[in-house]
């Protein structure tokens, strides 16, 4: 089962905008990541928060994180052509070792 | 360092045909996984090991056989292949230890082996 789910499953918007995906999961968690995949290609590890943290940032990116209501947001400020790929967002709240995914939200954006 | 690598990358099989995904990584990271990839499904974890010469299974294991001999190399087989196990599969690791910064389960992945089984 999964156990995270990002919403929305598509976003289309234009190059400058910001582009905002959602996650919410199920059982309580160590800590969250977002992971983008280009088309066809493998997935690259954005941005991890945990789960005593509420507000992350890297560069464009800002994650939150909030744990009473089990949802995390990813933000992409000043979105470029090139950040058109998938998101998703991962937790561990299943075990320590192991990583359950969410089926993602595919960004595209337009020049 | 190349990272995570995986043999091959494309490969189309009969069914019934059996065959063997090599994952091999340079980090020397304790923690190794199997996950497909269908549309509209996410990934899905098949199975991990902890360790050399540990195994486990995740979410979708059956069909699948895994092995970890050695600590760098992770093997996904399939003793008889079927038309559902048609995906993109991915290979990742991680370091098992909180190290530099980075959490444990951090992943990474390798570029996947689209399998097309007819």
């Known amino acids: 089962s999964q156990q995270g789910e990002e919403d929305p499953q598509a976003l289309s918007i234009q190059e400058g905008e910001n582009a905002t995906m959602n996650c919410s999961y199920k059982?309580?968690?160590?800590?969250l990541q977002w992971y983008r995949q280009n088309s066809g290609r493998g997935l690259v590890h954005l941005i991890l928060?945990?789960?005593?943290?509420r507000e992350k940032h890297s560069g464009r990116l800002r994650v939150t994180l909030d744990t009473s209501k089990k949802s995390s947001s990813l933000l992409i400020t000043a979105s470029r052509a090139a950040d058109t790929a998938s998101y998703f967002c991962?937790?561990?709240?299943?075990?320590?070792?192991?990583?359950?995914f969410g089926k993602g939200t595919m960004l595209l954006v337009s020049p | 360092n190349a990272g995570v690598t995986q043999t091959p990358k494309f490969r189309v099989l009969k069914t019934g045909q059996s065959m063997t995904l090599l994952c091999a990584q340079d980090?020397?990271?304790?923690?190794m996984y199997w996950y497909r990839q269908d549309p509209g499904m996410g990934l899905r974890l098949i199975h991990y090991?902890?360790?050399?010469?540990?195994?486990a299974k995740g979410e979708v294991p059956d069909g699948y056989n895994v092995s970890r001999l050695k600590k760098q190399n992770f093997l996904l087989g399939l003793e008889s292949a079927a038309p559902s196990q048609t995906s993109v599969y991915f290979c990742?690791?991680?370091?098992?230890?909180?190290?530099?910064?980075?959490?444990?389960?951090?992943?990474?992945f390798g570029p996947g082996t689209r399998l097309t089984v007819l």
């Open positions: 990742a690791s991680s370091s098992g230890s909180g190290t530099s910064g980075r959490a444990f389960n951090e992943q990474f």
């Open positions: 928060i945990r789960s005593n943290e």
């Open positions: 980090m020397n990271h304790e923690y």
């Open positions: 991962a937790t561990d709240g299943e075990g320590y070792s192991t990583l359950t």
């Open positions: 059982t309580s968690i160590n800590n």
């Open positions: 090991s902890v360790g050399e010469g540990t195994t």
